[in-house]
């Protein structure tokens, strides 16, 4: 049995390997797999891969690419979800912030440096021709912290998934002044580099089994309502979120759509320098789709 430690946000998105978990799926083929709940996301996944607590993180592509470029022994082994991801931009109910417009200069709660909630600012400022700088960001840990932070004013607007987030909007906490997408496919699966050393003859198994549930939850009709009643969304959201949703299903990765993200990364000054696919994925993955 190959124990396999496995980290992800307690968000929809992850159900599929609840439920290949649940199911013994992995167990059946000869994996241990030890779930880790993130609440932290991204840049917590990152410094559990680099201290060697986690073997996979279902991660932000953006966070991920730029932290292994920063050093994290880590390569990006597929992409997991190829839509984008919906950001919500929040403020807290009682904020005189009204719309997009009024954030030049605020403070921005991020759960950690080279998250998505930190990166996704740039990408947001960008697109509403703002400014933002590093001065700018609060370091807040995640969800729970992003909401201390915003109701004593130590922060003035959060970035975090829509659909996870919108419950505080329902219940009057927090209100939704915006949204941005990601300009990219939103999640990657990696795994560090020790890992695929020591099981590189497993790892397309390994990657088979939650790719068949991804597209088994994708299939599954009922699938909105599972989302709904596990994850505390109400079911018009679930719907619209599983609508958009499009799993990669596939560890093929296009050699020229991550150049190309890699292009955009550098564009937004995520990235220093432009750098290979090569030196971030794993490259039995890498192909290239022009012909």
Request: proline share 4%; glycine share 6%; aromatic share 10%.
């Amino acid at each position: 049995m190959i124990n396999v430690r496995v980290g992800g946000v307690p968000e929809h998105f992850n159900l599929a390997w609840h439920h290949a978990i649940e199911k013994g799926a992995f167990e059946n083929a000869g994996f241990k797999i030890s779930w880790q709940d993130v609440p932290g996301g991204t840049g917590a996944m990152c410094k559990s891969l680099r201290s060697g607590e986690l073997d996979v993180a279902i991660a932000l592509t953006e966070g991920m690419i730029a932290d292994i470029v920063a050093g994290n022994p880590s390569r990006i082994v597929q992409f997991y979800v190829n839509s984008p991801l919906r950001w919500g931009i929040f403020v807290h109910a009682s904020s005189h912030i009204e719309s997009i417009s009024e954030l030049q200069g605020k403070r921005y709660a991020i759960s950690r440096y080279q998250s998505g909630s930190h990166l996704m600012a740039y990408v947001n400022a960008r697109d509403n021709r703002l400014a933002v700088e590093e001065k700018d960001f609060v370091l807040v840990g995640g969800l729970e912290g992003a909401r201390k932070a915003l109701s004593t004013s130590q922060a003035d607007v959060f970035m975090w998934e829509k659909f996870t987030t919108k419950p505080l909007v329902d219940a009057g906490e927090f209100r939704m002044i915006g949204e941005c997408k990601s300009p990219w496919p939103c999640f990657v699966v990696a795994m560090h580099c020790g890992f695929i050393e020591k099981h590189s003859q497993c790892i397309d198994e390994l990657l088979n089994i939650i790719n068949l549930y991804c597209w088994m939850m994708k299939n599954d009709a009922h699938a909105p309502d599972e989302v709904a009643q596990r994850y505390h969304i109400k079911k018009e959201d679930a719907m619209q979120w599983f609508r958009e949703l499009e799993f990669a299903c596939s560890p093929e990765i296009d050699t020229e759509l991550f150049q190309s993200v890699i292009n955009e990364l550098v564009s937004l000054h995520i990235l220093q320098r432009p750098v290979s696919p090569q030196d971030i994925c794993y490259r039995p993955h890498l192909h290239s789709a022009i012909t």
